[in-house]
């Protein structure tokens, strides 16, 4: 006899999705207390949030294996959006990134992350990728969405997309050699680009060699990435308290609202509340591994 879902549910996983969600309201809205957009960039939050924890709910009691057949669908309409962002794109920033849709912005390459990781799994599940030239067809399908976003430019999310592939790989190609030729592939292909000149824009080259070496320009391209290691620094143990963090709250940190929001929390909460947030996060992450597990034990139908 099945266990009632609420028996089965994981609880666990659930809640600290959910107290990461209200940590990162909080951490917004003291990022942008003293400025006249904060209202409504909490409200806007908040939206987000409320929808987000609605759908998380109605995909709990939705049979995961569904996915596989919804994959193909998904993966059109996510490259038809890419595409369609590079022509009709809302543009901030030099980056064209979103679509408009009426008070709200929607970034296409957000819920691609997701779709990548569903359509990269069904093809895992229905191959058997004993072999290095398998790979070509799971590597072209990120390939493709990874270079739309890169001409946006979008840096930060093609690198995640092309994360997701590593991850997916290493779980699930059969042939561990297999995997280190396409992990040692992958590493030469980076540096090429990193040497290059024709590939990266200036700026995209200039971040990647900061990432690499955070004191070789610490006043042009290293400056965000130098006040945030003061701002974590500057909270101590238990932190200056919210909306008292000095290099956040006076803009010593450029986009400490969205790229850099981990450096509010680690000013005003201290390093008390940054390993909460950590916690959480392995929470997610053991219990992501441990459904995963399971489901990977389940017949696909």
Known sequence: ??????????????????????????????ATSHSTIALGETKKQIAYAVVGIGLMAGFAFMDYRRWQRLALPLYIVMLILLAF?????????????????GPFQFQPSEPAKLIIAI??????????????????L?????????????????????????AILTAQLYFGVENL??????????????????GSDKI????????????????????????????????VGNGGLFGKGLYHGTQTQLNFVPEHSTDFIFTVLGEELGFLGAAVLIALYGIVIVCGIATASVSCSRPVS
């Open 1 to 30: 006899m099945d266990r009632p879902w609420y028996r089965s549910f994981e609880w666990p996983l659930a809640i600290a999705c959910i107290l990461i969600t209200l940590i990162g309201i909080v951490c917004i809205q003291s």
């Open 85 to 101: 962002i590079l022509f009709k794109g809302n543009t901030a920033h030099g980056a064209v990134r979103w679509i408009a849709l």
């Open 119 to 136: 359509s990269i799994a069904a093809l895992l599940s229905r191959g058997t990728y004993r072999r290095i030239q398998d790979l070509w």
């Open 138 to 162: 799971p590597i072209i399908a990120v390939g493709v969405p990874a270079l739309l976003v890169l001409k946006q430019p979008d840096l930060g999310t093609t690198l995640v997309l092309l």
């Open 177 to 194: 050699l297999d995997f280190l030729i396409y992990a040692v592939t992958g590493v030469v292909a980076a540096l090429y680009v990193i």
């Open 200 to 231: 990266l824009k200036p700026f995209q080259k200039a971040r990647l060699l900061v990432f690499l070496d955070p004191k070789l320009d610490p006043q042009g391209s290293g400056y965000s990435l130098n006040q945030s290691k003061i701002a």
